[in-house]
Structures are given as structure tokens and as C-alpha cells.
């Protein structure tokens, strides 16, 4: 089985510096997806970044970009620029690369608690 | 807006009732997966339809159940509910389109507070 670990709790930042949430994974699967989802406090899972195990090629997004390490089963976050904005629940997520017309299922790890200070 | 559509958005009822919770995918979408979240559990995956057939199931309780019916809309029945119980449900689609760009897209959820 699957297991997605994120060890920070809770985090905060300062407006325009640089945070990094951390993200490490279990799995014997050698195609899946990692994401970022991130949890506002509207409640609403919003997509941030998305990596393909066989791309070694890290993710971005705007100020989003992961730090990929396939053989350490580690996949970080990195936000630049913080803002305000970005204040929420960070979840990396875990999905299995599924085949026959329909995907996997999403593993969570427990979330990480932002906080963008001004 | 994900275009995913959950009802109700809130729902406060008694240990030992039975609710009704509802979602629409995105236009075309195929898959549904029902999420359960908790404060205790975390994120937990239910179950998952395609195409109105049950592909996955994870941490289901057998006191609850979920179909999808032809016009792709999802239903998820809880029952003899428990305090326990109470926890925020997402569903989720994918599937128009590339089918293996792993992304799910969320509803807003249903927020169930069992008294």
C-alpha cells in the first residue's frame, strides 16, 4: 500500500520570502502522479503542481515548483514570493498510474498548515 | 469554480438518521470519487465510479453506500449515522479529455454534523 508522510504540521512565512513544505512517499509502483493540492479556508482543493514519476524534469507553476527525488521518494514544495493569498492547507497527494479508460485514487498525506504573515 | 457540483453544502442531523449526499462531475467527466474528511482521519478515500460501475474502494464503511447513475451524477448514502460520522465529503471528477493527467477536480464538499 501506498502511505504519503508530510512532517510539518504547521509552517509560517513572512510576505515575499521563500518556504519549502516537505513531502516523502511510500510506494513499490514505478509510474504514478504527485500533486500539491492546497485547502484555503473556503474549503475548496485547488490543484497547485502536478509531476509525473517517469519525467525527471521538476514541476512549476508560476512561483510553484517541487523538488522531485524519485529514488529518495521525496517530493517538496517551494514557494517563492510568498503572499497572503497562499495561506492554507497544503496536502502532496499520491495517485497510482491507472490503465483502462479511467485514473487511480488520490492518497493524502495530513496536510501542512501555512501561514503567510505580513 | 471546478465545475463540480456538491449538495448540500451543509447538513446537521441526529445519531442513528440516514442522509443523502449528492454531486454532479464536470461536463462529460466519467469518473466520481467521494472523499471523507476528518480532523482525526485526514483525507480518506471512499469510493470511486466509472461510467456507473464501482472501480475502487477504499476506507468505506459498510454503513454507507454510493452509486452513479446514467446521467453520470453521484450519490452518497450514509446511514445510521454516528457522531463519528461527522466530517466534510468531497467528491471529485476526471476523465473528459486525456483520461491520465492524474488531476481530480473537487466539489466545494458537504459539511455533515452529526448531533
Not at chain 1, 24 to 36: A, C, H, I, Q, V
Not at chain 1, 90 to 97: D, G, I, N, S, W
Not at chain 2, 90 to 97: E, L, N, V
Request: charged content about 20%; glycine content about 8%; hydrophobic content about 30%.
Amino acid at each position: 500500500a501506498q502511505t504519503v508522510t508530510q512532517s510539518q504540521p504547521e509552517m509560517s512565512v513572512q510576505e515575499a520570502e521563500t518556504v519549502t513544505l516537505s513531502c516523502t512517499y511510500d510506494t513499490s509502483e514505478n509510474n504514478y502522479y504527485l500533486f500539491w493540492y492546497k485547502q484555503p479556508p473556503s474549503r475548496q482543493m485547488i490543484l497547485v503542481i502536478r509531476q509525473e514519476a517517469y519525467k525527471q524534469q521538476n514541476a512549476t507553476e508560476n512561483r510553484f515548483s517541487v523538488n522531485f527525488q524519485k529514488a529518495a521518494k521525496s517530493f517538496s514544495l517551494k514557494i517563492s514570493d510568498s503572499q497572503l493569498g497562499d495561506t492554507a492547507m497544503y496536502f502532496c497527494a499520491f495517485m497510482k498510474r491507472a490503465y483502462g479508460g479511467s485514473q487511480g485514487n488520490l492518497i493524502f498525506g495530513k496536510g501542512t498548515k501555512l501561514s503567510v504573515k505580513p | 469554480d471546478s465545475g463540480v457540483t456538491q449538495t448540500p453544502k451543509h447538513l446537521i442531523t441526529a445519531t442513528g438518521q440516514r442522509v443523502t449526499l449528492r454531486c454532479s462531475p464536470r461536463s462529460g467527466d466519467l469518473s466520481v470519487y467521494w472523499y471523507q474528511q476528518s480532523l482525526d482521519q485526514g483525507l480518506q478515500f471512499l469510493i470511486q465510479y466509472y461510467n456507473g460501475e464501482e472501480r475502487a474502494k477504499g476506507n468505506i464503511l459498510e454503513r454507507f453506500s454510493a452509486q452513479q447513475f446514467p446521467d453520470l451524477h453521484s450519490e452518497l448514502n450514509l446511514s445510521s449515522l454516528e457522531l463519528g460520522d461527522s466530517a466534510l465529503y468531497f467528491c471529485a471528477s476526471s476523465g473528459r479529455g486525456d483520461p491520465y493527467t492524474g488531476e481530480l477536480f473537487f466539489g466545494e464538499g458537504s459539511r455533515l454534523t452529526v448531533l
